[in-house]
């Protein structure tokens, strides 16, 4: 069945160094995937999203990689900063699927100062 | 700011008694969400509206009913309150109709709890 998992629950990151978040999928049909920021009591944020037809995609300091053919996710963070810290997660969609939007359960980054 | 307001914050409610929680966006989107966030279990889809008028179920709709009489406004009902209920609930709007074609862009949440 469909699923959206990520592979480390709680990530630690010295600041200043580069951080990778993994996100697994099982829907092959998957053809749009975003990237959410959720810091202590606030709302899921959007940092980035990339399509299928699309291996990478790059933003501020973030850039989300996209592997088809093993169908992994990945969120890098170039020089990671204290409010970088908080919970990551990542969700995927398909065409077929109506309103239909799969979210991981996160994990949890921690900048170590 | 532009985005998405949601009120209470944070409500500690008999079970048995009715709530609404109330949601405002400002961004004239014409979709919005409904979802809970449950330890473990991630965003689940409760109810959605693709625009003003018109209202659909997600994934996790029994308990809970939505409305939608104007493009800003989209507040949810949980008529007769139960502790399966306790959650934080989501308030979120897209651009277009499906959320698989546009970010999501959430409120800040109800943290609800059902006693």
New interface residues.
Partial sequence: GESVGLHLPTLSVQEGDNSIINCAYSNSASDYFIWYKQESGKGPQFIIDIRSNMDKRQGQRVTVLLNKTVKHLSLQIAATQPGDSAVYFCAESYAGGYQKVTFGTGTKLQVIP | IAG?TQAPTSQILAAGRRMTLRCTQDMRHNAMYWYRQDL??????IH?SNTAGTT?K??VPDGYSVSRANTDDFPLTLASAVPSQTSVY?C?SSARG????S???????TRLTVT
């Fill in positions: 998405i473990g279990l991630g965003l689940r889809l959605y659909g997600g994934e989501f979120a499906r959320p698989g074609n970010p999501l862009h959430f409120g800040n949440g």
